[in-house]
C-alpha cells in the first residue's frame, strides 16, 4: 500500500488544494493531509482544528484520504504515518524556486528516504491560494468558485464571531 503525505497549511483548504488531493488519491493508495502548525504564519483564520474539521467534512466517506496535524519536520510527519513520498502542489515560477530546494532538504534530512511528488492543479484550479481567498472574502466578494461550500459557510460563520468581539 502506497501512502504519501500532503502537508500545508489549509488556511482554508480551496479548490486548488482539493484538485490536488483528487489526483493523488487516484495515484496512489491513501492520502494522508497534514494540516501543519506554522508560527511563521500569523493571524490564521481558522485554527488548525477547525481547519482539520472542514477537511474531514469535505472528505467525509472517503476511505483512502486521512487528515493529520502534526509540527516540526514534515518528513517525520510522512515517517511517522508510513508515508513513502510528500505530494507538493506547483503553481507557478515562484512555488517551483521554493519546491526544489524543501525537495532536496526533505530528501537529505529523511536520510534520502522520503521523495517529494509535484503535481499541478488543473486549469480553473491553478492560481487559487488560500491568502487570495481571504482576501477577496473581507472585500465581501463571492468565493464560491475557489473554496467548496463548506468552506464559504464556515468562513461567513466565523466572520460573525469576529464581528461580534470587535
Ligand atoms: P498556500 O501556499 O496557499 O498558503 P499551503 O501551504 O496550504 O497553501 O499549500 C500546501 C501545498 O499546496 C503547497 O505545495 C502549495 O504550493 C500547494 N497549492 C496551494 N494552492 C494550489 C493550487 N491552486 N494549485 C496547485 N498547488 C497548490
Not at 493523488?24 to 477547525?50: C, G, H, Q, W, Y
Amino acid at each position: 500500500m502506497t501512502k504519501v503525505l500532503y502537508p500545508g497549511s489549509f488556511d482554508p483548504i480551496t479548490k486548488g488544494h482539493m484538485n490536488v488531493i483528487e489526483q493523488a488519491s487516484e495515484l496512489f493508495d491513501e492520502v494522508v493531509v497534514a494540516v501543519m502548525k506554522n508560527e511563521a504564519k500569523r493571524n490564521p483564520f481558522f485554527t488548525i482544528e477547525e481547519r482539520m474539521k472542514l477537511i474531514e467534512e469535505i472528505y467525509e466517506g472517503k476511505t483512502n484520504i486521512k487528515v493529520v496535524t502534526g509540527e516540526g519536520a514534515t518528513v517525520d510527519i510522512a515517517s511517522l504515518y508510513e508515508c513513502k513520498a510528500m505530494v507538493r502542489g506547483l503553481r507557478g515560477v515562484t512555488d517551483f524556486d521554493e519546491e526544489i530546494q524543501l525537495a532536496s532538504i526533505n530528501k537529505k534530512i529523511s536520510n534520502e528516504r522520503i521523495n517529494t511528488i509535484c503535481l499541478f492543479a488543473d486549469e480553473p484550479y491553478k492560481y487559487i491560494s488560500s491568502s487570495m481567498v481571504k482576501g477577496i472574502f473581507k472585500l465581501g466578494k463571492d468565493i464560491k468558485d475557489y473554496v467548496d461550500p463548506t468552506i464559504k459557510e464556515a468562513m461567513e460563520e466565523k466572520q460573525k464571531v469576529y464581528q461580534k468581539r470587535r
